[in-house]
């Protein structure tokens, strides 16, 4: 399904932009900097970390059902070699975006205070929106308001109480993930990137946006409802 709908993505960027999908564009760089040997290297035993430990996690996950090795403890482990060994560690943390880090940091916060005033449960236990059918379509439309990662640190507990197998979560994974293609709001990772060129002299608007994500987002949501009818 994963690929299908990709390919929608594809086939309906292609008829909305089929006079810039064959032009050609010059790509503006900047002062080419020299390269730092030493650091590659780094970057590399980082890259090499990032990858043993989370294949680990996922055999682990297939064997046990459970992950073994916490996220956080991956990312930390990946970067020390950067962080401790490399005399560009400070350059480094300086180009990180402490803005966005603390942004997410504080809407799982939020969530976090939301889930335990009980008045989401409640919600959704008057509404009923733990079928298959209501997670697609509410993970859609509550991501535009709450962005998908908190909705998913929201809602995810939600159906775990209510027994939800592999179908309610497949819905909830499918519905926050095409959230994302909607609107800009959708996902806070759209804002990021729009941020970040327009920082460049880029920018996408709401409205330009909307004209490819709607019918994007419904097409997905008619690919995915039918998988997850079938299973």
């Known amino acids: 399904m994963a690929i299908i709908v990709l390919a929608a993505v594809w086939l309906v960027l292609y008829l909305y932009y089929r ?3 064959a032009a050609t564009f010059v790509c503006k760089t900047g002062p080419e900097t020299q390269p730092d040997p030493a ?42 070699p950067i962080l401790v060994l490399s005399s560009q560690r400070l350059p480094v943390l300086r180009s990180i975006d402490w803005c966005t880090l603390v942004f997410f940091a ?12 009980g008045f ?13 059918p209501a997670i697609l379509g509410t993970s859609v439309i509550i991501s535009q308001f709450i962005s ?10 939600l159906i775990l109480q209510a027994g939800g197998g592999t179908a309610r979560l497949m819905a909830l994974a499918a519905g926050s993930t095409i959230a994302g293609n909607l609107t800009i709001l959708g996902a806070a990772s ?14 996408l608007t709401f409205t330009e946006f909307a004209k490819v994500g709607v019918p994007l987002t419904l097409i997905q949501i008619g690919i995915y409802a039918v998988f997850l009818g079938v299973v």
């Open 19 to 21: 006079k810039e999908w």
């Open 39 to 80: 650091l590659t290297r780094l970057v590399w035993c980082s890259l090499v970390i990032l990858i043993g430990l989370a294949v680990a996690n996922i055999a682990a996950s297939l064997i046990t059902g459970a992950i073994v090795i916490p996220l956080p403890l991956i990312g930390l482990a990946a970067a020390l």
């Open 106 to 117: 504080a809407m799982f916060v939020l969530m976090a205070a939301v889930w335990q005033t």
């Open 120 to 132: 989401f449960q409640s919600l959704a236990g008057v509404t009923g929106v733990t079928a298959v």
């Open 148 to 157: 998908n990662v908190p909705f998913v640190a929201l809602f995810q507990p």
């Open 190 to 203: 759209n804002v990021i990137i729009i941020q970040q060129a327009e920082a460049r002299g880029e920018t």
